[in-house]
């Protein structure tokens, strides 16, 4: 009986605990979208339908986890009013888990986002950043999170973008640590803590977490963010094309298998993906598929009557007309991002008109700073600050020409990965640039007022706070000379459009690419 016993023991001891199944429920780049965002012909996301999708999932599913890629804040009135705090109301409500700081969470600096976190019912996470040294944040900011999910461990990582310096404005006590020394270390101590199921919560960008599944081991899956990215497959005439497989599938360095998923932008999918791990944390089994959030999805009544209230103080605001655009102004990213836009143009030719009192013969605009278009039509304060929500400022830097040359140069440096840096210039300039040639001598004209640019001479450019500052790597802006008018870039757009109330604006050939490859 006794050796019955231990051998009943032992067999009891050395079996395999079942597999587990875990849902993942995301959202990425929302950007103070609370309502819906018109795509093709039809209306997608908004949080109500989004509370609709996410009760019924969390319902249904097996061991739900609600996640999101970061950039919650900016980009709309209900961000420029409430600074995110209407965002995690629904969140709280909906019953997010973990959220990844975005570089957007801190636009308005480390204040927004501390006020944000205190209010969040979940951690807020970033491994690659330190904030101790920020009387705002610290404790409020963690590397990671350990959540019980079916009884199971799953650690939860989070990432923001290294280029968040560049970007916005963390300020000077917050500490960028190198990423994937800050996420292998992060991984590790989830393993020795006895987690073996790990989830990134990233805002570091579709080809970045490609980069991070291959080279950090311990990590099971990635939730993108930071490049609304749409993967998956959708039978949807109103949606752009996929740019991958959902998920996508990366061998990690532990000979297992990494899995990227993304949701796009503005809550216009809701990405769910369920995942089966074995007892030792590995990936054995997956299937899913981003939901449209579409209009046929019924409204969260809860949701929708708190919408409409938060609505109340922005409605005149809204609807406020300042001018009629004549034809449609793209400002499409990705167009702006790469070549002559016609809303670039008009948001340059506004800088220079109001920095023209202060002496600036010419403007650069950012594509990342340019953030929607302009329908034709009627013109209301709501469109133009969806294009402008940054709150920067109008700034005034002297710049030879040469350092003019270097900052286009630097713009069209990375053309075909579709960043920020991309430049505009205002009426009367133009450039051309030579994509056949490496970066770093691709630009192949300038010109001002039909003159060549003069490298020797120095010029007053007008530009925002935040390209003046360095970022989006112009570090070539730093150090020159400024004058900061204080002028909001809202401000400027409208003011502008005021002035030409019925406005019109064709591509006029102010940038010109060479030798562009043929897909």
Request: net charge negative; proline share 6%; aromatic share 6%.
């Amino acid at each position: 009986m006794k050796k019955a016993m231990l051998l009943l023991t032992a067999l009891l001891g050395t079996a395999s605990a079942a597999p587990v199944t875990v849902t993942l429920l995301h959202t990425d780049d929302l950007h103070g979208h609370l309502e819906p965002s018109k795509v093709g012909e039809n209306t997608y996301g908004g949080y109500s339908r989004q509370t609709t999708l996410v009760r019924q999932f969390t319902a249904s599913d097996p061991n739900p986890l609600v996640l999101s890629g970061g950039d919650t804040f900016q980009g709309t009135l209900f961000y420029t009013l409430y600074q995110g705090l209407a965002d995690v109301l629904f969140m709280n409500y909906q019953g997010y888990q973990a959220m990844a700081v975005g570089n957007h969470e801190f636009d308005n600096g480390p204040a927004a986002l501390a006020r944000f976190a205190q209010k969040a019912k979940f951690p807020v996470l970033a491994a690659n950043i330190d904030v101790s040294a920020e009387p705002l944040l610290k404790d409020l900011v963690k590397p990671y999170v350990v959540l019980s999910i079916g009884g199971e461990k799953v650690g939860v990582i989070g990432a923001v973008t290294p280029d968040l310096p560049e970007l916005s404005s963390p300020g000077p006590n917050v500490k960028m640590l190198e990423l994937m020394t800050a996420l292998r270390n992060s991984a590790e101590q989830l393993r020795d803590q006895g987690v073996n199921k790990v989830v990134l919560v990233s805002h570091l960008g579709y080809t970045v977490e490609q980069q991070v599944a291959a080279a950090v081991p311990g990590i099971d899956v990635i939730v993108g963010g930071h490049s609304h990215t749409l993967l998956g497959t959708f039978d949807n005439k109103d949606f752009p094309k996929s740019e991958g497989p959902y998920p996508t599938i990366v061998q990690n360095p532990d000979g297992n298998k990494t899995l990227l998923v993304a949701a796009w932008e503005w809550g216009k999918v809701l990405g769910r993906l369920k995942v089966t791990f074995d007892d030792a944390g590995a990936v054995t089994a997956w299937e899913g598929n981003p939901i449209p959030v579409s209009q046929d999805i019924p409204e969260d009544d809860t949701t929708r009557r708190m919408i409409q209230t938060l609505a109340v103080p922005i409605a005149n605001l809204r609807q406020q007309v300042v001018a009629t655009a004549a034809s449609p102004l793209n400002g499409a990213r990705e167009v702006v991002r790469r070549r002559e836009s016609t809303m670039a143009n008009v948001l340059a030719d506004a800088a220079l008109l109001a920095g023209q009192n202060a002496g600036a013969e010419l403007a650069l605009v950012n594509g990342g700073g340019v953030r929607a278009s302009i329908d034709q039509g009627p013109v209301t304060f709501e469109e133009a600050i969806t294009v402008q929500p940054f709150g920067n400022t109008l700034t005034i830097i002297t710049l030879t020409g040469a350092q003019i040359k270097a900052a286009l140069e630097h713009g069209v440096a990375t053309w075909d990965q579709n960043k920020g840096q991309f430049l505009h210039v205002s009426r009367g300039m133009s450039y051309s640039f030579d994509l056949s040639k490496p970066a770093g001598s691709r630009v192949t004209a300038v010109t001002l007022n039909g003159q060549p640019l003069d490298d020797a001479r120095s010029y007053k450019v007008a530009t925002n706070n935040f390209t003046a500052a360095g970022g989006d790597g112009f570090t070539m802006f730093k150090e020159a000379p400024k004058l900061e008018t204080g002028i909001l870039d809202v401000d400027v757009l409208v003011n502008y459009l005021k002035a030409n109330p019925t406005l019109s604006a064709q591509p006029e050939g102010r940038i010109v690419i060479q030798n562009e490859p043929t897909k």
